[in-house]
Every structure is written in C-alpha cells, then in structure tokens.
C-alpha cells in the first residue's frame, strides 16, 4: 500500500515537473521566433530605407537607416547561441551583417556626391550580396526556429495530454487506495472487536460476551415474564488429552465442541467459552430448569461421540451444571457461579448432568474455605494421619500401613481427605501436604521400628503414603524424600509411595523421570487405583514400580460382578507377569478375601482386616495381631 501511495506521489510530481519544463522550452522557443522575426523585420526596414535613401537622399532617411541597423546589429547580439552549430550561424550572420553595415556608408556617399554608376557598383559588389546572404541565413534560420518551435510546443500538448489522461488515472489510483484504507481499517475495527468478544482459540463468543448477552436475556425476561437458564460444561480428563496427546490434540478438541453443540443450540441461544475446557451456555427463554436438564442431557451425550484428533478417534466425557433463573439466581453471574457449582458436584458425583440446587452450596461455599484455611491447619497441626495395616494374605503377616490424612477441623470436625485433598492438588498446596504427611508418617514408622522387638512382625514395617499428580511434576520430589528419610533415619525400602495412573499420565516423561530417582533411592512404589485410569500395559512395563495396588471399586464388587472379577484376576496376573506385587484395598468380607487368596493376591487391605486407626490405636491393634494365615484353604500363586 505505501509502494502505490509513492509512486503515486512519484508518478504526480514528475508529470508536473516535465510539464513544466515543456512550458519552459515552448517560451525560450517563442521568445527566438519573435526575435528572429523582429531580425526580420528589422532587415526588410534596413533595405527599404537603403533603397529610399539612393532614390531621396536626405538625413532622415540616412539617420533611421542607421537606427534599424543598430537595432537589428543588438537584436543578433541577443540571439542565444546554445551548441557550436548555433554558435557558428550566429557568427555568420553577425559577420554579414557587419559587412553590410560597413558597406552601406559607402554606397550613401557615392549616392551624396551624384555619382549613381559607383553607388550601383558598391551595391552589387558589397551591400548587396552580403544583403542577401543575411536574408536567406535569417530566414532560413528563423524557419529552422518555427520548426522548433512547432516541435516544442507539440512536446508542450503531448505532455499536457498526458497529464490530463494520467491525472484521472491517478485520482482514480488515489480514490481507490483511500478505499482500500478504509476497508482495511475497518477490518482492523472488526478485528478488534471480534477480538474483544470471541474467544482466539475457537471463535466462540467469550466471557465478556456471553455476560453482555446474558444481562439482555434477563432484562427481556423481566418484559416476558419467561425463564433464562444458563449451562456450564466441563470436559473430564481434558488435561489428560493435553498432555498425553499434547495441546495441539487439545486445541483441535476444543474447537470440535463449538461444531458438536451449536446444531442442537435455537439461533438464540448462546454457545461461549469461558476458558480452559469450560463452555457456558445461555438458554433465553429456557422453559425452565426441566427443559434446561433436557437440552444439558442432550449435549452431554453428543460429545460422547468420538472425535476425530488427526486420524486418531478420541471419546470425552463431559459434566453439566445448569442454573435457572429467577429460582437459581437473577443476575448472570450467580446463574453461572450456581451452574458451576452443580457442574463441580456432578463431577464429584460422575453424574454428567446436575442442576443447581441450593442444599449443593453445602460443599462449596467450604471448598474455598478450605483453601484459604489449610495453609493454616498445616502449619497448625491440625492435620492427623490414621493407619489403615497391609497384612500378606498368606502368612498374616502385618507388612505395613497406609497413612490416610484426615483434617481435624475446629469447627466442621473431622474432614475426610477426598473434601480437601483434590482442592488441595487443584491450588498447589498439595506440595507441603504431602512434605507433611510424609514427615508424620516416617516419624510413625520409626517409631514401630524402633525399640525393644514386639510381640511379631513388628521389624521391616512399611508406611505407604499417597502422593499426587503434582509431586510428580516436581523434580525437588526426590530430594525431599531424601532428606526426609535421613532425618529420619527410615531406610527407603520402608517408605511405600502410592501413585495413581492418573498422576502418571498427566506428564509421562516426567513422572517416569521423577519415578526412576524414588526407584534409585531405594523407595518402593506402588501404582495405586489400578484399573480406573487407562495407563496402557507397555507403558506401564517400563515404569521402575514394585506393585499394582488394584482399586477397591472391583474389589468391592467382585463376588457380585462377573466382570470385576476377571479385571481383578486379569490384574494379580498381569503383575506377577510384570514381576510386581499385588495388593488389594476395599476387602470388606471374607469370601472376597479367601476369593483373592485363590487368584494368588499378595497383600490385603480393607474393612474386614481393619479400618484406618489413630497412631496409638493401630500400636494396640498390632500387639493384639496374631500372624497367622488368613485364609484357612491354601492359597496358591
Ligand atoms: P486411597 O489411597 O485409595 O485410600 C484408600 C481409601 O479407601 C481410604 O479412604 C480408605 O479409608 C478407604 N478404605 C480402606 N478400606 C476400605 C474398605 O474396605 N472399603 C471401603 N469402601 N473403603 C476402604 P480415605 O482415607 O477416605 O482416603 C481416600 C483417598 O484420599 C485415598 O484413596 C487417597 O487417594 C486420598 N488420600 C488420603 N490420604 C492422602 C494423603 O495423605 N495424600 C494424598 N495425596 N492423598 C490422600
Ligand atoms: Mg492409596
Ligand atoms: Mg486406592
């Protein structure tokens, strides 16, 4: 654009300057014709009056003879002489005018003294032909200068023409261009706009958007008496598809849900991304909290479909949270801080649509407070770990225990660690957690190890701790255990770390990296909830870990459940074909205990052995323990 605005420019001043300088030319050329002209006219006088004076010799005649010929001699002083060619004619012509100026005194004194005959001769020999000569050099010269002339003054009309052809041409140019300005400057205005209210990565409208929306539909509702309802989606695991996939994988998902949802959506309605895997959805009006349910029901279970992520096929769940005003909220931000609210209860509930009920406020009003107060009970003490034992299912050996954190607060009582722990993970206070669970649990395992030998079992007792998918993402991770384990003098092979598949899959490279430095320092490791992730087999072969401890979701049920019993089996043989041990949690009876003894299980944990006990309560437990099979058949591996 700037390159046609110069030669633009370019293109104007020049045609300005060559038409000017036309113009200049066509002068200076004019000017010589007329001074040609008057040499012309001068020299036509100047014979006039020489014929005049030889036929009436008088002073008058003789003094205005004398006054031509001076003017013609300044008039050939002023001809511009430009190259030596002008140069020379002009001499020439100088040169015969001289001769006749000096001639003619000569012929008016023989005229003077009545001697015609001598006055005809010094005419024909000396003014005469040197008359003649100028004449034809004048005029020939003259002619050539209207020649010129003509030439220039054509140059003069062909520049002039050009101009009046070129500057429609370039006011055109101009005219367009300013166009052009403006088109771009107004996409520009468009672009900012669009910038302001869509969401950059999917074109969606955003949260600015969505709100300016939303206070219009409430305000119409007031006029239609109708009911607004507002939507929030979540896409479970979508973390998991950004980093096991990686985020291109996780950005072509994201613009997938606009397409997926917006064809079940009225014109009205109004799909935004709020950020992150979070979609808003506004229902002018809905018909209310039941409708809402219905649409929210439908979208949930359309992004079941499989997506496409280049050529790989790829299922999402997702959780809905909806909100209706005016029962749930009248302004848009407590519609969509209720719709969040449900969204997060379905989540915890994997219930993939809930709608807003206030009973659901319970839980989140003391989530936020949970943040803002575990800094606190940290530091405070007021975090407590209980005990739960690991006992080999064959020799009834007490192996170990699995500190479990519990929150003893100072008003809500004791707070269970799936109400803190997630918020926990969630903030990144999961890290001094962890750094404090882990304190408390090797100064516990010192303690059984130490001292006078006990009754059995008591030497080489383990404490297992759980840790969570942030640990792992911290390299520091290892040397703090480190460092806690010296200080407290634990060898690393009584320190069990559990993890989950899950934590394992939020970065594998660097939970194997992170993994392997545990593994080197003796620690053994434990895969926790096995089964629930969706970790894959071969990966899991390279992983430094010790044992699959399987989830107490099949183990529960797997007397009932055909086919948590064939996972269960399938698990206990997969590790042993691993070369790892199994442990299985959530043993609340006897025949699924002698059902995993059969299947070759290692160790046992659950109810039915016993529940998770205060530090002094698990010391009573153990001295009354009796090692023992616990199973009376014999099991086999
Ligand atoms: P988990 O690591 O799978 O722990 C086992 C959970 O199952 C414990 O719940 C335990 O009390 C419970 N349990 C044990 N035996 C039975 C049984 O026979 N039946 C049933 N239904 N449940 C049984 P708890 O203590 O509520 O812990 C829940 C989860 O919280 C844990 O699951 C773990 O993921 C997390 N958690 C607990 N303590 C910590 C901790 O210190 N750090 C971290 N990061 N997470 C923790
Ligand atoms: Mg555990
Ligand atoms: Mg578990």
Known sequence: ???????????????????????????????????YDRARFDLSQEESLDRKYRMQPTSEISAAHTEVSVDLTA?????????????????????????????????????????????????????????????????????????????????????????????????????????VFLRISRNDRRTIETRTNRDALTGLPNRGSFYDRGAQALLGEERNESMTSVLVIDLDRFKEVNDTLGHRF?????????????????????????????????????????????????????????????????????????????????????????????????????????????????????????????????????????????????????????????????TRGLIAPDDFVPAAEHSGLITPLTTWVIDAALTQCRH?????????????????????????????????????????????????????????????PRAHAILQHLHDLGVRLSIDDFGTGYSSLSYLKLLPVDELKIDKSFVRHMNDEYNDLTIVRSVIDLAHNLGLGTVAEGIEDRITLERLAELGCDVAQGYYLAGPMYADAFDSWILAAVETSLVPTKSGR
């Open 448 to 508: 059984w190890n130490d001292g006078p030998p006990r009754p059995y079992g008591r030497a080489g007792l383990s404490v297992a701790v759980n840790v969570s998918a942030r640990n792992l993402l911290d390299d520091n991770f290892p040397v703090e255990v480190r460092e806690a384990l010296d200080r407290h003098g634990v060898p690393a092979a009584l320190l069990v770390l559990e993890v989950t598949e899950t934590a394992i899959m939020a970065d594998p």
């Open 1 to 35: 654009m700037t390159l046609v605005l110069v030669a633009l420019a370019v293109f104007a001043t020049w045609s300005n300057l060559a038409a000017s300088a036309a113009a200049r030319r066509v002068a200076t050329a004019t000017d010589l014709l007329e001074s």
């Open 75 to 179: 008039t050939l002083d002023h001809l511009p002489a430009g190259d030596r060619t002008q140069r020379l004619g002009l001499a020439r012509l100088q040169a015969l005018h001289k001769t006749y100026t000096q001639g003619f005194p000569r012929v008016f004194a023989a005229v003077d003294a009545g001697n015609s005959t001598l006055a005809a001769r010094l005419d024909s020999s000396i003014t005469e032909p040197a008359l003649v000569s100028l004449e034809a050099a004048i005029y020939a010269d003259a002619n050539q200068q209207a020649l010129i002339t003509a030439a220039t003054i054509h140059d003069l009309r062909g520049a002039t023409r050009g101009m009046l052809l070129a500057t429609p041409v370039a006011f055109a140019i101009g005219v367009l261009v300013l166009l």
């Open 250 to 410: 996780g950005d072509q998902l994201l613009c997938q849900i606009g397409p997926r949802i917006s064809p079940l959506l009225r014109r009205t309605d109004t799909l935004s991304r709020l950020g992150g895997d979070e979609f808003a959805i506004l229902l002018p009006d809905s018909g209310g909290p039941k409708a809402a349910h219905q649409v929210a029901r439908r979208l949930i279970s359309c992004l079941r479909e499989p997506f496409m992520l280049d050529t790989l096929k790829f299922t999402i769940d997702a959780t809905c949270g909806h909100a209706t005003s005016p029962q749930d909220g009248t302004d848009i931000d407590a519609l969509l801080q209720h719709a969040d609210v449900a969204m997060y209860v379905g989540k915890a509930a994997h219930s993939g649509v809930v709608g807003y009920d206030p009973t659901l406020d319970v839980n989140c009003p003391a989530r936020l407070a949970i943040l803002n107060e575990l800094p606190t009970a940290i530091r405070d003490g007021e975090l407590v770990l209980q005990y739960q034992p690991k006992r080999d299912i064959r020799t009834g050996r007490v192996v170990g225990a699995e500190a479990l954190v519990r929150w003893r607060h100072p």
